[in-house]
Each structure stands twice: as C-alpha cells, then as structure tokens.
C-alpha cells in the first residue's frame, strides 16, 4: 500500500496506444487550442480598444475570455505535449497545479451569475444601469468572482492532496480531475472532499437559480415591450449569454453529478472534453455571432492585425 508521501508522479489517460493516433490527436487539440487563444484573444483586443464597449457587459465578458483562456491553457497544454512525446507522466506538483488553477477558473460560474444580473438591470432597471452597475460595482462584482475561484481552489486543492493515496497513481483522464484522483484515496477517507464538493455544487445551485430568475424578470420585461428592433437588441445580448449558461451547466453537471452505473472511462473521457475544452472555443463564436458591436470590433481588431503583420509581431517583441 502506498500513500501520498511516496508518490512523486501520476499517470493521465491516453487518447490512443498508437503512435499515429497519438500524433492526429496532437494535431486536432493543437488547432483548438489555437482556434480557442484567437477567439478569446480577439474580444480581448476589441474590447480594450474599442471605445464603444466600454460598458460592464463587455466588460464582463473581457473576464470571461481571460478564465477561457486560463481553463484551456490549465489542460490541453499537458496533453498535446503527451501526445506528442508519447508519455502518460504529470509530477506531483503539476497535478496539483492542474487542480488548482482548473478549480480557479470555475469562477466563470460566478461571472455567467454577474452577466445575468447585467443584463435584469440593464433590461428591467433601465434608469438605475449606471447607478447600479457604475465602474467601481463592476470592478468589486468582477473581483469578488476571482476571489470566489481563488477560494475554492485553494480549498479543494488542499483538501484533494492531503488525503492519503492508497490504490496507485494512475488517473483515469486526460487532466487532473478532483473525482478520478478520489478513486486513488483510501476507502474511508475521502468523504470530507466529497461533502466539499457537494457544498460546492449546493452554491452552484443557488448561482442556477439567481440565473433562471434574472431571465424569467427579462423574458416578462421583453413580452411588454412593442418595438421589434428593442427586441431584437435584447435577445442579441440575452440568448447568448443563456446559451453559454445552458452548455457550462449541463456538461459540468452530467460530468460530476452522473451515476455510477453509466460510468465509463470513454464516456468521461467525453464528458471532460465537453467541460473543459468547448466552452472556450465556442464561446467567442456565441458571443460574436448574434452581437453585431462585438462582431464589428472583432472584425476591424482582426483586419487590423492581418493587414498590418510585421507591426503586430514587432509589438508583440516589445
């Protein structure tokens, strides 16, 4: 039997035992992992640059495509590079990193909570928006998210790695994931972990509910209103931002929460990509599609930069 102290390295999951496969799944993460840093990295840009979304709905989604970024950037790094080197090996400290940061960037939650009541305020509260949501509210909403992350990381990371460790070291996953490194733990041991998990989807619960009330108060506002082109507007802002709520809740959901029974290491396999790497691919793409603002900064953001290539890479020296 060995234990925590003796473990200087786990082992991840593969995608494949062959080597070509090894090779195609670098190559399809490698050009997600760039589709998700353009994406993101575009309504960066536009954002900060553009003068027009200097409002906190932009704002807050500015934050967004950085904890994106952040939650791609914590797994599929690590994995490319297996594939590429074909090796299964993350240190001690690279798992626990993993875990950390991947539970630091759950602050999306919170953030997606702070964008609805964005958009009751801005929709229900019309005459209040700048009194409400004023730049020092947004800066405090935005920070307390962060903040939220950043607790809740550093609890679940140090709770998940003082558990002594009694059945090996491999993880059934692509990533450190706090629910395969359970199976790890000994019998009697990890039910603190599982009631802090628990504690966590409870507030997960209570942030779906703030969610569903802000929209059902906007839905009844939206019904009362008689101009099309208001309506339009609104849903433009409203249906993506519900959207992106609906694909982060029901494959973090079905991930952590599905029965033992269904349990499969290639259906969590799945379940894990569908969590942690779709949400910042597609999420630009949400964003951008039905916002005509956003879409227009992006476009000039990305003309600008392909346009102008030697000054961009010769900024990016500086």
Known sequence: MSNSSSITEFLLLTFADTRELQLLHFALFLAIYLAALLGNGLILTAVACDQRLHIPMYFFLLNLALLDLGCI?????????????????????????QVFFFFLFSAEYSLLTIMSYDRYVAICKPLHYGTLLGSRACAQMAA?????GFFNAVLHTADTFSLPLCRGNAVDQFFCEIPQILKLSCIDSYLREVGFLMFSAFLGFGCFVFIMLSYVQIFMAVLRMPSEQGLHKIFSTCLPHLFVVSLFLSTVIFGY?????????????????????????????????????LRDAVRK??????????????????
């Open 73 to 97: 950037s914590t797994t599929l790094p690590k994995a490319m590079a297996n594939s590429l080197w074909d090796t299964r090996a993350i240190s001690y400290s690279g798992c626990a990193a």
């Open 144 to 148: 307390a998210a962060w903040s939220c």
């Open 257 to 293: 929460l599905k029965t033992p029974s269904i349990s499969s290491p290639s259906l969590d396999l799945v379940v894990a990509v569908l969590y942690s790497v779709v949400p910042p691919v597609v999420n630009p793409l949400i964003y951008s599609i039905r916002n005509k603002e």
């Open 301 to 318: 953001v990305a003309s600008w930069m392909f346009l102008n290539t030697d000054k961009f890479l010769l900024f990016l020296q500086k």
